[in-house]
């Protein structure tokens, strides 16, 4: 079964950077598209950005210019390089893939990783 696991959580001041790293693990035999989610308390979880295997990328509105995703294709890893941080991005982030597993489609998550941002 497909695993992801995410990293890079943490504290950090308005105005601050933080990257969190996504890694896909299992019988992976294509991956058609890495995204990261957010979800705050009381609130929706909702896509902040997202990167196919075409190279497509899309941001949700109020992270463009300050986000960035890249993704690692050889290794199954995503990235999100968040700059210039604001205290509404405080929410818990979710990595998810959806792809091939040996012949049958999957699209898993994540267990997800804390960022607070807060002076």
């Known amino acids: 079964q497909v695993q992801l696991v995410e990293s890079g959580g943490g504290l950090v001041r308005p105005g601050g950077s933080l990257k969190l790293s996504c890694a896909a693990s299992?019988?992976?035999?294509?991956?058609?598209?890495l995204g990261w989610y957010r979800q705050a308390p009381g609130t929706k979880r909702v896509l902040v950005a997202s990167?196919?295997?075409?190279?497509?990328?899309n941001y949700e509105d109020v992270v463009k210019g300050r986000f960035t995703v890249t993704s690692d294709n050889v290794n199954n890893m995503v990235y999100l390089e968040m700059n210039n941080r604001k205290p509404e991005d405080t929410a818990v982030y979710y990595c998810?893939?959806?792809?091939?597993?040996?012949?049958?489609?999957?699209?898993?998550w994540g267990q997800g990783t804390q960022v607070t941002v807060s002076s």
């Open positions: 998810r893939a959806d792809g091939d597993e040996r012949g049958h489609d999957f699209d898993n």
């Open positions: 299992g019988s992976i035999f294509s991956i058609y598209a």
């Open positions: 990167v196919t295997s075409f190279g497509k990328i």
